[in-house]
């Protein structure tokens, strides 16, 4: 692999949380319901006022342009084609209004920032951009340690590249990150809110009592804490706690549409890919439209299977 396919693809530490990602779907198995008379499949859904063609989000991925000279547009057009929304990550390598130009339905995923003058002027600029919601990042108050990155000598990016979002500076995780900093960015916002991290059941009740319009069960794809628990097998405790009083979406780990299946049925709301984006914008946006649109067929064929004409018809019992 080069330098940056090792960005795109690896982990932190022994990326034991990455493998056990995917581990967490291959263990689980479907038991069909028979004699449905589904019909033709309806995928779409509504989230948070945003109308999806199905129950998928691209995720925040940074560097678009490592991958393809279209960079993050080219992904976007690939969403807005098919009818899905993408999570604009802070490391875009293009600014949020060249993105939002080609009318792609946009999130917009922050990393909380010690500097909050300059944070509230970015929420500023993503709002007047059209953005839908903002996705806050909670699970890095430190920087993983990724092993290919630091084998690599990968630590900036080359000449010419930069942080588009963010005028000039760095990035800062912020070892201090608390919920008072969630009680701040609620207060600052009139968008969505959506929590992007949330592993334990009792942080996702924290997270309806804080404010939060949604929260994402994701673990940043095997990037920060080696030995996290996959997202799948955390999914169950979380969306218990949570109660449905909000929605609770999950990442980490599909690669299928059997993989959204086994989502949705257990009860998240949606599921957001991102290496599966990533690896088809190294082909350009029409690569990414077809990653969607095979995981959109996959979906559609594997609800007919299972007896359900639409995501809503899954129940937790259908899966083992």
Not at 31 to 49: A, F, K, M, Q, S
Not at 163 to 186: F, K, V
Not at 231 to 247: E, F, K, M, S
Request: aromatic share 4%; net charge negative; hydrophobic share 45%.
């Amino acid at each position: 692999m080069t330098v940056y396919q090792d960005f795109f693809e690896g982990g932190a530490g022994e990326e034991r949380t990455l493998r056990a990602n995917v581990d967490a779907f291959e263990r689980r198995r479907i038991i069909p319901r028979v004699l449905r008379g589904t019909g033709p499949r309806d995928l779409r859904t509504t989230l948070l006022g945003t109308d999806l063609s199905m129950p998928l989000l691209l995720a925040p991925t940074a560097f678009h342009l490592l991958a393809h000279p279209t960079g993050e547009t080219g992904a976007a057009g690939a969403a807005a084609a098919a009818g899905i929304a993408m999570v604009v990550s802070m490391a875009a390598t293009q600014p949020i209004e060249q993105i939002a130009d080609t009318g792609a339905t946009l999130w917009f995923q922050l990393y909380p920032q010690p500097d909050l003058d300059f944070q509230d002027r970015l929420l500023r600029r993503v709002t007047k951009a059209g953005v839908k919601a903002i996705v806050v990042t909670v699970d890095s108050p430190v920087f993983g340690h990724r092993t290919r990155d630091l084998a690599n000598g990968f630590t900036d990016l080359p000449a010419g590249l930069t942080c588009a979002n963010m005028d000039g500076r760095d990035i800062a995780m912020d070892d201090t990150l608390s919920w008072e900093h969630i009680d701040r960015l609620r207060a600052a916002t009139g968008l969505p809110l959506v929590l992007k991290g949330i592993l334990h059941p009792a942080d996702a009740g924290l997270a309806v009592t804080h404010g939060a319009d949604a929260v994402i069960v994701s673990n940043h794809g095997g990037r920060q804490l080696d030995g996290a628990i996959a997202t799948l097998d955390a999914l169950p405790a979380v969306l218990q706690a949570v109660g449905g009083r909000i929605p609770v979406l999950v990442d980490g780990g599909i690669r299928r549409g059997t993989d959204i299946l086994v989502a949705l049925a257990l009860g998240a709301a949606a599921t957001l890919v991102g290496r599966v984006g990533i690896r088809g914008l190294a082909g350009g946006p029409d690569g990414v439209r077809e990653k969607i649109e095979n995981l959109r067929a996959q979906l559609d064929h594997a609800l007919a299977l299972a007896g359900a004409q639409r995501p809503a018809d899954l129940s937790p019992d259908q899966i083992s």
